[in-house]
């Protein structure tokens, strides 16, 4: 392979990195509950499509995950993130955090299992299509 090739696959490796990397600091903003990071990932006009709404923006994506999210005592627990230069797929859980002192992470309950596809460009996320069961 010439250095030309070798240096196009270190691009395409270090693209493909740095969006998984972004799906993986999306993921820690909202477990983390820290908004004006998961704001600062999103591009100003993301979409997210979900079974039960859409969002048409950052700002009212954003407000709702701060104001109105269902529980906000959750994480995710991300079991595959496959990434190339602007589309990831991520497959995981959303757990509820155990409520009683005695319970310890095994006893997290799945409150459903998800399936995220997003779509990055110039470092930020644009588009999030979201499936659960």
Do not use: C, W
Not at 33 to 52: G, K, M, S, T, W
Not at 72 to 93: K, M
Not at 105 to 120: G, I, P, T, Y
């Amino acid at each position: 392979m010439d250095s030309d090739s070798d240096a196009d696959g270190d691009s395409a490796t270090k693209a493909n990195t740095d969006a998984g990397a972004l799906v993986r600091r999306y993921y820690d903003g909202l477990d983390d509950h820290d908004y004006d990071a998961l704001a600062e990932i999103l591009a100003p006009d993301f979409v997210q499509r979900r079974p039960d709404r859409t969002f048409d923006d950052r700002a009212s994506f954003v407000q709702f995950m701060r104001e109105k999210r269902p529980n906000p005592n959750t994480t995710h627990e991300v079991i595959d993130i496959v990434a190339d230069d602007r589309t990831v797929a991520a497959r995981g859980r959303v757990l509820e955090a155990a409520t009683d002192a005695s319970d310890n992470d095994d006893d997290d309950r799945v409150l459903f299992e998800f399936a995220d596809f997003f779509a990055v460009s110039d470092g930020r996320i644009e588009r999030l299509e979201t499936y659960a069961r």
